[in-house]
Structure formats: structure tokens, C-alpha cells
């Protein structure tokens, strides 16, 4: 990897080490499938999962992950009202640095705590999440999911469809695409398209245009106070425009794969049956999670083979 | 001022940009005061400073400046501001009242002003509020803080545009009245609102809310309509668009007064400096894009930008060192302006070095009506003796650590750069010398 022994974002990546990851990712599913799930690989190495941001997904996915590793898994859960007021970023790095652990997947609401605490923290940094900036770890299971589906990859085409301003998943997840030489739609009202979209990717404002030429559809999160930004009327409207419903489905390829990073908010970005019909890979996408996880974990702690496979 | 021997600066090449002159001469500094100028002034056992290859400039003034007091005494008082001012050449400043309790008010002002006055390091100007606790609702005591012995005659809610276009319509003819000028930090709120950086492909990379050109140009339109309306005197805070300057420029072309104000950091830096979420970077208005830099010297150049000011900002370490949008906005300024802008644009040929000088003492002089006595008149026999005298040629390096100021958030730390003042005189005292210039720090 371009930074050493650290994931904060998919541009850390090079190609083959997409691949690499990928493929680990693979054996490791196989893995998960066997009786007995769990593997050697990690034992000894300390694992800290450093949420400031409630994400009981994401924290339990890595969890999981990390145990299946044989690695220790130490939970420091922040609450997001003592993220302003309480202990500094900074001293938390410092005590975690005297701890001796071995990495820190760091989850946050703002942009660039993840760069901070690699700053001040001289061990394996993982990005979880934080704030709009990025998502890597999602992004490389979203591949890993459609990969399993699609097969090659090459030249297909995604839509991500809603929020992209504010979504991290959009972000990481157009990257990681177009570096597995997919084409990108960046679908949303002009109030939720960022202000500078990077050139290979193609934007719309019409969801039922983009539908028929889609192999991936990917639905983001909507939240509600976007509506008390203005930056749509109401839920309803937003709904009848931009929700991937059965109606809308229709008009889609036959194979087509529909995803969602969750928690899926029914009945507004996704319909229910849509949600629950064979397209969607919304299950497979966390199952993928925990492989893809274990993945990075054992290239960047180098599971038995002393440090930063990746690098 | 009778027990200070006299001071003989020698072969200095003077610049005087109140009076446009640049010539080689010796200057006799006695009681506080220039007493003669030309060459070959003899040494006759006078204290004597070599000046050869040295500048002379009239002592510089930045009209805008955060000096944390009364409030937050942890971060800057007036007494590390005022002397890291004389550390920067700056012998005067004017102080922006977003402090707390805010500068709104007669008593306060004049309790501020006779402090400063005591302890006798660089001038100080105070610039009222405009409203009443800078709420941004009812009219503070303009008239009487003009009328204190603090003699305000700037007024700003820095910090905040004033939002309430009717209110500063009102404050604008207000100030007309007793000869006032109103200070706008052009900032509408609703477009800037939880932004952190500029809007564009920079916040788009990093995850930041953008806060885009339009939050500034939106009131700098609006007050340069008012200011026509009223015949006010209108001076626009830390500009950073191109498009804030065009409409500037075109407001001049008609005749308006209105004067501009440029800092250091957005004639020095992009957005695309921002690295690593490195909060030093992080000031309000935010670093803009390499177009509005370019745009910006140019206006330096012809003159729709009349004053360099460095909207000083101290904050205390613990406040920078965090997450970026968790951050307050601000760098400090007075201790690197000179010996950045300089480096950036004099040596690289882009702006004569009088220009720059008179954007450092003349131009931010006529901003603030400022008159000898209180400042600038320029140098000529019976001046006040506030004088810097720069060095160039060589390389130093920024050192954040060494400034006077208690300020730690300079994004220049660590930068060489080719100029540096060598000594600030204050009242024909040397008030600072810089190493290696037989002191450091305020003498
Ligand atoms: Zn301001």
C-alpha cells in the first residue's frame, strides 16, 4: 500500500493490491463457511475498535473479523455527546499508543480522524468510517460483492443513486469502481450532487433514465434532516423520484444486482420487496463484510509473516 | 524620551511610501524623533546601527488583528500581542472587538486603550462593535466610543457578517455622520453555514462542507450597493474571490469609497495546501483556489486592494490540535507577514517593494483615517522615530516557537524566506532586534 501498514481510504490501494485483497478475501469466505470458522493467523495481535459513532454493523462486523483471526478485540465505544466535550483525539491516541495495541479501526463523524490518529498513533490505522470522507472497507466489499455476482467487472456500470454529497460510501465506492474499471453514474437532485464530481463520473438527475443500462444499482441512505436543509421538499417527493421500487426495477436488466450499504430506510430510498427480492445483495454485501475484513486485516497485520503484507 | 541617547541608523537605503521616496541616507534618531536625515552624518560617539543593505520603512500598521482580550487571556493579551506586533514591524494595529465581553461600549474601550497606552509597546487602535453585544440587532454606542478617549473611529461585528441588510444600512449612515468607517467581514450566513473549507473539488476530496465563494460575494455586493446608496465609508475585511474583487474594482471605477483589505495567507496559499487535515489551515474565509490567489496579487497591483492585514487569529493549541471541523478558524499573522510576503512576492518579482511597504503603512492608514501624530506622515525630520528596518538577501526560517505572540497556529512555520525586519523602532527606541541583531525578542 502507498501508506505502510495503513487502510484510510481506496486510493492507498494500487491495483494489485485490490486484487490482493479480493482474493484473500475469497479463501477467507471459504473459511467462513466451514464448521469451524476461526483461524490462527492473528493470535497474539490486540485489535482496538475505536467507535466514536454508533455503527453496531460495522463495530460487530470488524469484531467478528478480527476473532475469526484469533486476534483480541478491545471495544472503546465513545458517546457521541462526549466526542466534542470529552477526552481529546490526541490523548486517546497517546493512551492507545502506551497500551501497546496493534491496530485501530476508527470509526467517526468527521472528516480526517482517521488521518489525525495515524499522526499520532505509530500502529496500524483502519478507516471505519469517518465522516463524508471515506468508507474503504465498505467499498472493498461492495467490489467483493459484485465480483461474486457479476464476474468480470470490467466495463459494467453502477449507479449510485441518492445522497451522494454527504455519503462516504459514494466516495470511496466510486473510486474503488473505477479502479476495477467499471463505469460510474452519480445519480441525485442537483441539491445533493457534489459541488465537484471527479471527471469519470457521469451525473444525472434522472434516475429512470440511467435504470436501463445499469448491471449495479446502488440506493444510499436518505436522512431526514437533509429535508430541513432544503436540499429536497419532503421524504415523499424524494421518494416518488428517486426510490428504486418494483416499478422502477422493471425497467432494469434482468441481472441486475441492487445494493445498499444499511441500515435501509424501507419505503424511502428502497422499496420493502425490492429489498427482499433475489436482485438484491444486500445480505451477501455483509456477509462479504466479515471476509473482506478479515482480509485486510491479516494483509495489514501480516498474519504470521512479520508486517504489512500490502505494502 | 531626554535619557535615551540619540540613535545614528547609517547607509540605509530609505523607503517612504507616504512620500514615495527611495534613496541611500543616514538618519539621526534624538528624543524619540527623527532629527535628521542625508549623508554622512557624522558618529560623534552616538550609538550607531550599520544599516548597509538594510531598509528603512516607516513602522508598519495592520489594521486587523485578534488580540483576545479581555476573555481569552490564554491565548493572547495585549501585552504578547502588542509585542509580537513590534516583532513583526508592525508599531501599530488596530484590534477587532469580538472579544468577551465584546468591545461595544464607551468604558470599555477607553479601559482597553489607556492599558495598552501603559504599556508602552506598539500602538493601539480599537475598532468598536457595530451592534450591541455583536448580536447583530441594535446599534452599539457608536458616537460615544468615537467620542472616548479611546477615539474609535472604525466599527465592525467581525467574526459575523451583519446580516440584517436594513441594520447596516443604518449603521452606514450612522457612521457618516462623525466620519466613521464600517468594517464588513463579508459573510452570509446561510451559504456559509457548517462550511470548513472552500466549496469545490477540495471539500469534495476531503469530506469537508464547502463554504463557497458565494457566502462572501453575496454581502460584499450587498454592502457595496448600501455604501453607494448612503455615501458611507465602507471598508471590506479579508478579501479571497476573484469576483469580490471585480465588483470592488468596479465600485472604485465609479467613484465609491470603499477600501479593501487583503491578508498574507490568501496571497500566499491555495486550498490545494491543505494537507492531512492539518487544522492550521484551517481560516475564515477559507484558502480559495489558485485563480482567486492570482486574481488576489494582481489586485494588490492595481490598487482595488489598498491594505495588507493579517486578521491575527491566536488560539490555543489544544483547540487546533483536533479534528478539523471541531477546529476554530485562524492562523496568527504579524510575526511572519513581512518576511512571507516579501519571499512570495517582492523576490519573486511580483510586486515592487514599495507597494508592498505602502500596503503595510500607507494604504491601511487611509483605511482607518489615521494622521500623524497617531500614525504615518512618513519619515522626515520631527517625526515620531516608529521605523522598521528590514533585511533581505539571506534565508531564515520561519520559527513559529520563537514568536512573541502566544499564538502557535502559523501555517508558515517552518518556511524559508528572504526577508525578516531586523529592528523595530518605537519612539526612536529599538523595541525589538532580531538575532544575531544583538537581541532577541522586545527590548
Ligand atoms: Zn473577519
Same mark, same amino acid.
Given at each position: 500500500m502507498a501508506v505502510k501498514g495503513h487502510l484510510l481510504d481506496v486510493d492507498d490501494l494500487r491495483r494489485e493490491d485490490l486484487e490482493r485483497i479480493l482474493e484473500t478475501a475469497r479463501s477467507f469466505s471459504e473459511v467462513l463457511r466451514r464448521p469451524i470458522k476461526k483461524v490462527p493467523s492473528l493470535r497474539g495481535k490486540t485489535v482496538v475498535n475505536l467507535f466514536y459513532e454508533p455503527s453496531t454493523r460495522t463495530r460487530l462486523s470488524f469484531e467478528v473479523a478480527a476473532k475469526r483471526l484469533s486476534a483480541d478485540v478491545l471495544n472503546f465505544t465513545a458517546s457521541a455527546s462526549s466526542v466534542e466535550k470529552g477526552e481529546s483525539l490526541k490523548d486517546t491516541a497517546l493512551t492507545l499508543r502506551a497500551m501497546g495495541v496493534d491496530a485501530v479501526i476508527i470509526r467517526h463523524p468527521v472528516a480526517g480522524a482517521p488521518c489525525l490518529l495515524r499522526r499520532w498513533l505509530d500502529v496500524t490505522v483502519i478507516n471505519a468510517g469517518d465522516g463524508m470522507h471515506a468508507h474503504p472497507t465498505q467499498a472493498l466489499l461492495d467490489l467483493f460483492t459484485m465480483r461474486e455476482r457479476l464476474g468480470d467487472m470490467e466495463g459494467a456500470t453502477i449507479a449510485y443513486v441518492g445522497d451522494i454529497l454527504h455519503s462516504r460510501v459514494a466516495r470511496s465506492g466510486m473510486k474503488a469502481c473505477r479502479a476495477a474499471g467499471m463505469r460510474v453514474v452519480a445519480v441525485a437532485p442537483p441539491t445533493l450532487m457534489p459541488p465537484a464530481v471527479p471527471d469519470y463520473v457521469e451525473v444525472s438527475h434522472s434516475f429512470d433514465a440511467v435504470i436501463p443500462r445499469c448491471d449495479v444499482i446502488y440506493m444510499l441512505r436518505i436522512q431526514k434532516e437533509r429535508q430541513q436543509e432544503a436540499r429536497f421538499p419532503s421524504l415523499e417527493e424524494y421518494a416518488r423520484l428517486y426510490q428504486l421500487d418494483k416499478e422502477r426495477l422493471r425497467k432494469a436488466k434482468p441481472g441486475v444486482v441492487v445494493m445498499h450499504p444499511g441500515p435501509m430506510n424501507r419505503g424511502v430510498e428502497i422499496s420493502s420487496e425490492v429489498a427482499d427480492a433475489p436482485h438484491a445483495a444486500i445480505t451477501a454485501q455483509v456477509s462479504a463484510g466479515v471476509a473482506v475484513r478479515m482480509a485486510v486485516l491479516f494483509l495489514l497485520l501480516g498474519g504470521g509473516e512479520g508486517g504489512g503484507v500490502l505494502a | 524620551m531626554a535619557s535615551l541617547p540619540d540613535l545614528l541608523i547609517r547607509g540605509a537605503r530609505v523607503v517612504d511610501p507616504f512620500r514615495g521616496t527611495d534613496e541611500g541616507m543616514d538618519l539621526l534618531v534624538s528624543r524619540g524623533r527623527v532629527a535628521e536625515l542625508g549623508k554622512g552624518i557624522p558618529a560623534e560617539g552616538r550609538e550607531v546601527i550599520d544599516a548597509e543593505g538594510m531598509i528603512v520603512a516607516p513602522g508598519f500598521l495592520d489594521i486587523h488583528v485578534h488580540l483576545r482580550e479581555p476573555g481569552r487571556e490564554d491565548e493572547e493579551t495585549l501585552e504578547s500581542g502588542l509585542a509580537a506586533a513590534l516583532r513583526g514591524g508592525f508599531t501599530a494595529v488596530c484590534c477587532m472587538p469580538n472579544t468577551d465581553p465584546p468591545l461595544d461600549n464607551a468604558a470599555l474601550v477607553e479601559e482597553m486603550a489607556l492599558k495598552a497606552a501603559k504599556l508602552g509597546l506598539a500602538d493601539l487602535f480599537i475598532v468598536g462593535c457595530v451592534t450591541r453585544g455583536r448580536q447583530g440587532r441594535e446599534l452599539a454606542e457608536m458616537g460615544l466610543m468615537h467620542l472616548s478617549r479611546a477615539r474609535v473611529r472604525a466599527f465592525s461585528d467581525d467574526g459575523d457578517g451583519i446580516e440584517d441588510a436594513g441594520l447596516m444600512r443604518r449603521a452606514l449612515e450612522y457612521v457618516s455622520g462623525f466620519g466613521g468607517v464600517i468594517v464588513s467581514h463579508?459573510?452570509?450566513?446561510?451559504?456559509?453555514?457548517?462550511?470548513?473549507?472552500?466549496?469545490?473539488?477540495?471539500?469534495?476530496?476531503?469530506?469537508?462542507?464547502?463554504?463557497?465563494?458565494?457566502?462572501?460575494?453575496?454581502?460584499?455586493?450587498?454592502?457595496?450597493?448600501?455604501?453607494?446608496?448612503?455615501?458611507?465609508?465602507?471598508? =471590506?475585511?479579508?478579501?479571497?474571490?476573484?469576483?469580490?474583487?471585480?465588483?470592488?474594482?468596479?465600485? #472604485?471605477?465609479?467613484?465609491?469609497?470603499? /477600501?479593501?483589505?487583503? /491578508?498574507?495567507?490568501?496571497? @500566499?496559499?491555495?486550498?490545494?495546501?491543505?494537507?492531512? +487535515?492539518? /487544522?492550521? +489551515?484551517?481560516?475564515?474565509?477559507? =484558502?480559495?483556489?489558485?485563480?482567486?490567489?492570482?486574481? =488576489?496579487?494582481?489586485?494588490?497591483?492595481?490598487?482595488?486592494?489598498?491594505?495588507?492585514?493579517?486578521?491575527?487569529?491566536?488560539?490555543?493549541?489544544?483547540? #487546533?490540535?483536533?479534528?478539523?471541523?471541531?477546529?476554530?478558524?485562524?492562523? @496568527?499573522?504579524?510575526?511572519?507577514?513581512?518576511?512571507?510576503?516579501?519571499?512570495?512576492?517582492?523576490?519573486?518579482?511580483?510586486?515592487? =517593494?514599495?507597494?508592498?511597504?505602502?500596503?503595510?503603512?500607507?494604504?491601511?492608514?487611509?483605511?482607518?483615517?489615521?494622521?500623524?501624530?497617531?500614525?504615518?506622515?512618513?519619515?522626515?525630520?520631527?517625526?515620531?522615530?516608529?521605523?522598521?528596518?528590514?533585511?533581505?538577501?539571506?534565508?531564515?526560517?520561519?520559527?513559529?516557537?520563537?514568536?512573541?505572540?502566544?499564538?502557535?497556529?502559523?501555517?508558515?512555520?517552518?518556511? #524559508?524566506?528572504?526577508?525578516?525586519?531586523?529592528?523595530?523602532?518605537?519612539?526612536?527606541?529599538?523595541?525589538?532586534?532580531?538575532?544575531?541583531?544583538?537581541?532577541?525578542? @522586545?527590548?
Open positions: - | 463579508p459573510e452570509d450566513r446561510g451559504l456559509s453555514r457548517g462550511g470548513q473549507v472552500n466549496e469545490g473539488e477540495v471539500s469534495f476530496a476531503l469530506g469537508l462542507r464547502g463554504i463557497p465563494a458565494l457566502a462572501e460575494e453575496v454581502m460584499v455586493a450587498r454592502d457595496l450597493l448600501l455604501a453607494g446608496e448612503t455615501g458611507a465609508r465602507l471598508h =471590506l475585511a479579508h478579501l479571497s474571490t476573484a469576483r469580490s474583487l471585480h465588483m470592488v474594482r468596479e465600485a #472604485k471605477s465609479r467613484g465609491l469609497r470603499v /477600501t479593501a483589505e487583503a /491578508t498574507p495567507h490568501h496571497l @500566499v496559499l491555495s486550498e490545494r495546501d491543505i494537507r492531512d +487535515y492539518d /487544522t492550521v +489551515y484551517k481560516v475564515n474565509p477559507p =484558502l480559495r483556489t489558485p485563480e482567486d490567489v492570482r486574481e =488576489l496579487r494582481q489586485a494588490l497591483t492595481d490598487g482595488t486592494v489598498d491594505a495588507i492585514a493579517t486578521d491575527h487569529a491566536p488560539h490555543a493549541p489544544e483547540e #487546533k490540535e483536533r479534528e478539523f471541523e471541531y477546529a476554530p478558524f485562524g492562523v @496568527v499573522g504579524m510575526e511572519s507577514a513581512f518576511p512571507v510576503l516579501y519571499t512570495e512576492l517582492v523576490e519573486r518579482g511580483e510586486l515592487p =517593494l514599495m507597494r508592498l511597504l505602502d500596503l503595510l503603512t500607507r494604504g491601511p492608514a487611509e483605511v482607518m483615517g489615521l494622521q500623524a501624530p497617531e500614525y504615518g506622515g512618513g519619515i522626515e525630520v520631527g517625526c515620531r522615530a516608529d521605523l522598521v528596518l528590514l533585511e533581505t538577501g539571506r534565508e531564515w526560517v520561519m520559527d513559529a516557537g520563537a514568536f512573541a505572540s502566544k499564538g502557535r497556529n502559523c501555517p508558515f512555520h517552518g518556511r #524559508k524566506v528572504k526577508g525578516r525586519v531586523a529592528f523595530t523602532l518605537k519612539n526612536g527606541r529599538v523595541a525589538f532586534a532580531a538575532a544575531g541583531r544583538g537581541g532577541e525578542g @522586545v527590548g
